[in-house]
């Protein structure tokens, strides 16, 4: 199995700031046949159910604001969100579907500093 | 609007079996991957699996998969999780999910004497 490790395992933030959440592949995620990264980002927030926020590791999905930024390439991917708000509070992770088993980082916990 | 509802959870004896069922609506059920993925009381997501289409491809993750089945009913616009043999460690949220862009609110499965 793929093993995806995230950090940090939670981040204390203020409205405003800029933050970053590390992913980590065991194996690599890109497919040399279409050159895209099998990899997403999710977001949870309290009693909810997760939220696709960007896929192939960039891309965002419809409606997610500009200001979620997915990068990286390979084994080593980041989710940067700027200025972040009170709404971004949340539970977040990344999770390959380069090959099954699709696996889950084990989640980046956003609080409010 | 896309819609996806879970149901047939609840309380269970350890050992019994369970069928969970994902009712979709608001799209062409026959034209996408559906999969499960639960969620232990406060921990993270584990990926259950998928099913194609028609149904020719199903993947598990393999600790599971002697004990989980997954099927569909494209006529009726269902999917469906039979799960068997459940122990404690089986006590989640289940979510249905289509392609992982949208989500099911989940339902609770509880094992327990």
């Known amino acids: 199995d793929i093993v995806m490790t995230q950090s940090p395992s939670s981040l204390a933030v203020s409205a405003g700031e800029t933050v970053t959440i590390n992913c980590k592949s065991s194996?690599?995620?890109?497919?040399?046949?279409?050159?895209?990264?099998?990899l997403a980002w999710y977001q949870q927030k309290p009693g909810q159910s997760p939220k696709l926020l960007i896929y192939?590791?960039?891309t965002r999905q419809s409606g997610v604001p500009d200001r979620f930024i997915g990068s990286g390439s390979g084994t080593d991917f980041t989710l940067t969100i700027s200025s972040v708000q009170a709404e971004d509070l949340a539970i977040y992770y990344c999770?390959?579907?380069?090959?099954?088993?699709?696996?889950f980082g084990a989640g980046t916990k956003l609080e409010l500093k | 609007e896309v819609k996806l509802v879970e149901s047939g959870g609840g309380l269970v004896q350890p050992g019994r079996s369970l069928k969970l069922s994902c009712a979709a609506s608001?799209?062409?059920?026959?034209?996408?991957?559906m999969g499960w993925v639960r969620q232990a009381p406060g921990k993270g997501l584990e990926w259950i699996g998928e099913?194609?289409?028609?149904?020719?491809?199903?993947n598990y993750t393999p600790s599971l998969k002697d004990k989980f089945t997954i099927s569909r009913d494209n006529a009726q616009n269902t999917l469906y999780l039979q799960m068997s043999k459940l122990g404690s460690e089986d006590t989640a949220i289940y979510y249905c999910?289509?392609?992982?862009?949208?989500w099911g609110q989940g339902v609770m499965v509880t094992v327990s004497s």
């Open positions: 608001g799209f062409s059920f026959n034209d996408y991957w």
């Open positions: 099913i194609n289409q028609d149904s020719s491809t199903i």
């Open positions: 194996q690599s995620l890109l497919y040399s046949g279409n050159q895209k990264n099998y």
């Open positions: 999910a289509r392609d992982y862009g949208a």
């Open positions: 999770q390959q579907y380069y090959d099954t088993p699709y696996t």
């Open positions: 192939w590791a960039s």
